[in-house]
């Protein structure tokens, strides 16, 4: 400012002796200098993004819900598959729920790897607090998300296959057993080979039934989907003598 007040003086003086030419330089001096000024101001103003927090920051996905749990799997064990969009990163579809502003599955996560680390100490019982815990987070996201009976249910039943073993290093076996059928029963929309060797082997820990595996097997497959206390009920009439069902 005090740059284009000099600028203005000097101008102004050397056309002294003419009043009206004096006063339209100066006037225009003073206009062009004030518009290169408000130029500067304007630039100054904009501020230079972070691009260190833009590069950080989750990029918005439409991930379904199985992509997203799949992402937990890849989060708390590298050995699981990952999410089936290769491009995305797991953190990044765990943070994308647009329906609710807890992420619940990022919370179910956190509970897993609690609960696999209490029982490679031993501590069953803080595992299994933690597997509850990723449970309730698995039930307010299907809740959040509106979910069918169908997928709440096979959403819920991947914990019951880690409670299964923890029953199992407990020598539980006949409710290790309930919680495997559960299992099953609620994943049978997308069988895999996991299903059908655990369903083998805690079968044949459990306690003597009065039905083979295979009628066990296709009795799990062929009733509608079960619910956990259904698949208890279940294998108490398994344990009954035929005459007493």
């Known amino acids: 400012m005090f740059v284009g007040f000099l600028l203005s003086a000097g101008i102004a003086y050397a056309f002294s002796g003419l009043r009206t030419p004096m006063i339209i330089v100066s006037i225009a001096c003073l206009t062009i200098f004030i518009l290169l000024m408000r130029k500067s101001w304007t630039r100054e103003a904009i501020e230079a993004p972070d691009i260190a927090a833009a590069i950080s920051s989750p990029q918005p996905t439409t991930s379904t819900w199985q992509e997203r749990a799949a992402a937990v799997g890849a989060l708390v064990d590298p050995s699981q598959p ?103 029963s609620a994943q049978r929309h997308r069988p895999i080979k996991r299903h059908t060797d655990k369903f083998r082997a805690y079968y044949n820990r459990a306690d003597a039934m009065f039905v083979g595996h295979d009628e066990a097997w296709t009795l799990t497959l062929g009733a509608p989907i079960l619910d956990f206390r259904q698949a208890q009920l279940l294998v108490q009439q398994w344990h009954q003598p035929a005459d007493q069902k």
């Open 82 to 184: 990952a999410p089936t969009r290769a491009t995305n990163n797991p953190h990044h579809l765990l943070l994308s729920s647009p329906a609710s502003q807890t992420d619940y599955l990022a919370l179910a996560a956190v509970a897993r790897r609690q609960a696999a680390e209490a029982e490679k100490q031993g501590d069953f019982d803080a595992a299994w607090r933690a597997c509850q815990d990723e449970k309730s987070h698995f039930m307010a996201h299907a809740s959040a998300q509106q979910f069918s009976v169908e997928n709440t249910l096979s959403l819920d039943a991947t914990v019951h296959e880690r409670m299964a073993n923890l029953l199992r290093k407990e020598k539980r076996h006949n409710e290790a057993f309930v919680h495997i059928i559960y299992w099953v």
